[in-house]
């Protein structure tokens, strides 16, 4: 079955850095575009950055110029190097995978990031 699982979360002090993993298996992971959102309490998920299947990327406003979004189809990984954090940034952070052609999506379960003194 697909499963997309997260790692790398955990409580960072503000302006420090946390490099997010999403392990993907059961898809074909170069045919997914691949994405990263976050939801903080009571708040609605919103979109952190994203990745095409060709390697182009997008960034939330909030965050651009300080996380950086990457991929290796070699490993069925997609990255978010998250730089200069901010209390801000505290959320749970889920990984999304969006086929190219058919747009059937798959959810990873979340990891918890805390930035906080």
């Known amino acids: 079955q697909v499963q997309l699982v997260e790692s790398g979360g955990g409580l960072v002090q503000p302006g420090g850095s946390l490099r997010l993993s999403c392990a993907a298996s059961g898809i074909t992971f170069r045919f997914y575009a691949m994405a990263w959102y976050r939801q903080a309490p009571g708040q609605q998920r919103e979109l952190v950055a994203s990745?095409?299947?060709?390697?182009?990327?997008n960034y939330g406003d909030s965050v651009k110029g300080r996380f950086t979004i990457s991929r290796d189809n070699t490993k069925n990984t997609v990255y978010l190097q998250m730089d200069s954090l901010v209390p801000d940034d505290t959320a749970v952070y889920y990984c999304?995978?969006?086929?190219?052609?058919?747009?059937?999506?798959?959810w990873g379960q979340g990891t918890q990031v805390t930035v906080s003194s």
């Open positions: 999304k995978s969006t086929h190219n052609t058919f747009r059937t999506e798959y």
């Open positions: 990745i095409t299947t060709g390697g182009s990327t």
